[in-house]
């Protein structure tokens, strides 16, 4: 067959990953405690101005469309709005509603479990990728988490700032469809054998 | 900003990523550990295997590796790599094991230097050839080209690993060569 | 040690590789079928790696040449009513070493869809909707006539318009997006990649980057909406418009430029923060540009 007919002159042309027939990870999840709705601990509360750092975030589809704040913002109770542009604006929220405050961008553990659950899906395929192909998706994805890194810090100087909410929550949904987009084309190699 | 595709750039992302997985798991977070986990099962796996030989034992090694991995989360070095300490796990629990077994530890000559030679063959064999000849070298000599002719490890990591002096580490490698080129020769392997 | 025993020591996974298919030595095969297919269906092709150059024809049928792979399990063709499906089948493990290179010629009204992993591939003169994904592979697309989609992970993207007006979206992660002489409506997306767009008539176009530079070109028709974004990527504009436009740019800590003498004015005297408004002409088009700390440069054509 053709893996094992690859021809090979030394102990270092072998592969290296030899992926287990089996998942364990439910038998190593068991032994080391992890319930599944449950995290162990809590991250220490961080200052202030990075509590946003955490990804609210609905379910796949509708993160990918464009979807107004309000929704990706989970329990926030404010109605939704465009952080867009300030009140008075052309492009203001009707009525001129505010720009959300830093502080009431809230985790909602729902939201991060489904993307901490897109994030093992495309572990998993990153992972069986060609390296070079991986190298390059996953230098993107160090360049967005730097991207959303910059702006918490630059929102930290200046929490008030409509631009930069925006632009972080576009961050969000930029990080989403990366992920879905890596996911998503990738169906194709699930297929691969049928 | 980086253009995704080279080393630098991949080894850098890879790092963040792993940085802040680690930092996570240490907290207690298990979905961070589990990424971890589903980056480095398969090496981790696959050095099981060529030690133990037997997929059981090895599936088991490897579950027992993350686990002692997770309690020793706090001795991990964020500067050195996760998949080397691992495998230091690994090494550690096959070891284990083996004593426990009461297999009979090998007696090898504490060699003197050894050339450099190499791992080549003089004729490339198909990869399941190689992996034949590799299971069926005695435990020492196996383990030694595993680590230093697969993973690429140098003698002294490896003998460190495996805690044998450097000598029996060069000595037991440069018999497991010449044990494969001979098998392989013969066709003994199939 | 017997090949048996081998077999169970390198684990099920391998052994399943070694049996499930058939164990034969396989060199290169050529490619050579033709499949009958409507003037205006629709066809899929799908490969993982190598190339896959799909040209337009007269013909009334979907022709399919080029090899595939010592790797590759085989190329399946099959129609369903409208739909021809061309697609390169891998063993259930492969190690993406399997790679086939197809050149497939189609009834130049197709619809087509094609998606690679790794494969290059590239589209011309095939008129109908075009729907090219890939995670790594560069994607190229001449003579774009319908609504279109081009995504990419890593891969860059290049398209060529034909003259009508159409709607395209090219988004990419990494990859460099590169598209010319296009009219109507124009998304972009891209991470890291850069973004170099020469444009013809516009009547919507949104681009978007994180860090990625881009160098946007186009003529922007009466009433048109324009939205250019970037986290810390720098963005040069061009614009011509015969009803004027305005613009109204946004920046954290970059600086917004522009070749008409407006001077940027501070958002505030406490924070950092400029802001941007000029208006040229009628200012029927409208332009909005955000950008945190890429810098910004506006002019006309």
């Known amino acids: 067959m053709n893996e094992h007919e690859r021809k090979v002159a030394s102990p270092g042309e072998l592969p290296q990953e030899i992926p287990p027939a089996r998942d364990l990870w439910p038998g190593i999840a068991a032994a080391i405690g992890a319930a599944d709705d449950v995290r162990a601990v809590t991250a220490p509360l961080e200052p202030a101005r990075r509590r946003f750092a955490v990804h609210p975030l609905l379910g796949l589809a509708a993160a990918i469309s464009c979807v107004a704040v309000g929704m990706w913002l989970g329990r926030v109770s404010a109605p939704p709005v465009t952080v867009a542009a300030a009140p008075g604006e052309p492009g203001a929220a009707p009525g001129g509603a505010a720009p959300v405050p830093a502080a009431s961008l809230a985790l909602d553990a729902r939201f991060d479990r489904a993307r901490e659950e897109l994030l093992r899906d495309v572990a998993e395929r990153l992972a069986a990728l060609p390296p070079e192909s991986r190298a390059k998706v996953e230098a993107s994805l160090a360049d967005l988490q730097r991207a959303r890194t910059d702006i918490e810090a630059a929102l930290g100087r200046d929490p008030g700032n409509a631009l930069l909410q925006a632009m972080l929550v576009n961050s969000y949904q930029d990080e989403m469809r990366v992920l879905a987009a890596v996911r998503d084309t990738w169906g194709y190699q699930e297929d691969v054998g049928a | ?190 | 040690m017997s090949m048996q025993l081998m077999r169970s020591a390198l684990g099920v996974a391998l052994a399943a590789l070694l049996l499930a298919t058939p164990a034969m030595a396989r060199d290169d095969r050529t490619v050579d079928e033709r499949i009958a297919a409507d003037a205006d269906g629709e066809v899929v092709v799908s490969n993982v790696s190598g190339s896959v150059r799909v040209e337009g024809w007269a013909g009334k049928e979907v022709e399919i040449t080029g090899s595939l792979g010592a790797g590759v399990e085989r190329l399946d063709v099959v129609r369903d009513g409208k739909r021809v499906v061309v697609k390169v089948v891998l063993p259930r493990t492969s190690s993406h070493r399997s790679s086939a290179d197809l050149r497939v010629r189609v009834p130049v009204a197709s619809r087509l869809e094609v998606t690679t992993v790794s494969a290059d591939s590239s589209v011309r003169g095939v008129t109908g909707a075009l729907r090219l994904s890939s995670v790594s592979g560069e994607i190229e697309a001449r003579g774009v006539a319908s609504d279109s989609e081009i995504k990419t992970v890593s891969g860059d993207i290049r398209v060529t318009a034909a003259s009508t007006p159409i709607k395209l979206r090219a988004t990419s992660v990494s990859g460099t997006i590169v598209v010319d002489d296009l009219s109507g409506e124009v998304e972009t997306l891209t991470v890291s990649g850069e973004m170099l767009l020469d444009l013809d008539a516009l009547t919507n176009v949104r681009a978007r980057s994180t860090s990625g530079d881009s160098r946007i070109s186009g003529q922007l028709a009466r009433d048109a909406r324009a939205e250019f974004e970037s986290v810390s990527g720098d963005m040069s504009l061009k614009f011509g418009a015969a009803a004027g436009f305005a613009v109204d740019a946004e920046s954290f800590s970059g600086e917004l430029s522009n070749c008409f003498g407006v001077k940027a004015e501070a958002v505030s005297k406490y924070a950092p923060g400029e802001r941007l408004s000029l208006t040229r002409g009628e200012g029927s088009a409208q332009v909005r540009i955000k950008t945190m700390s890429g810098s910004v440069r506006i002019c006309d054509r």
């Open chain 2, 1 to 190: 900003m980086a253009d995704g595709g080279t080393a630098g750039a991949r080894a850098v992302a890879v790092a963040d990523i792993e940085d802040a997985l680690v930092a996570r798991a240490r907290r207690g977070d298990a979905r961070a550990f589990e990424r971890l986990y589903r980056e480095h099962a398969g090496r981790v796996h696959g050095l099981c295997l060529r030690m133990a030989r037997d997929p059981q034992l090895a599936e088991d090694y490897t579950q027992e590796t993350f686990i002692r991995a997770w309690r020793a989360l706090d001795r991990f070095e964020a500067r050195s790599r996760m998949s080397t300490w691992l495998h230091r796990i690994a090494v550690n629990v096959i070891l284990e094991r083996r004593r426990r077994r009461d297999l009979p530890l090998e007696f090898v000559e504490d060699a003197a230097e050894y050339d450099r030679d190499n791992d080549t063959l003089d004729t490339p064999v198909e990869e399941a050839e190689l992996e034949a000849a590799i299971g069926s070298l005695p435990p020492g000599a196996r383990d030694v080209l595993t680590l230093c002719g697969i993973y690429g490890y140098t003698h002294g990591e490896a003998a460190a690993m495996l805690g044998i002096a450097e000598g029996t580490c060069k000595a037991q490698l440069h018999r497991a060569r010449a044990l494969v080129r001979a098998r392989v020769a013969s066709g003994e392997a199939r």
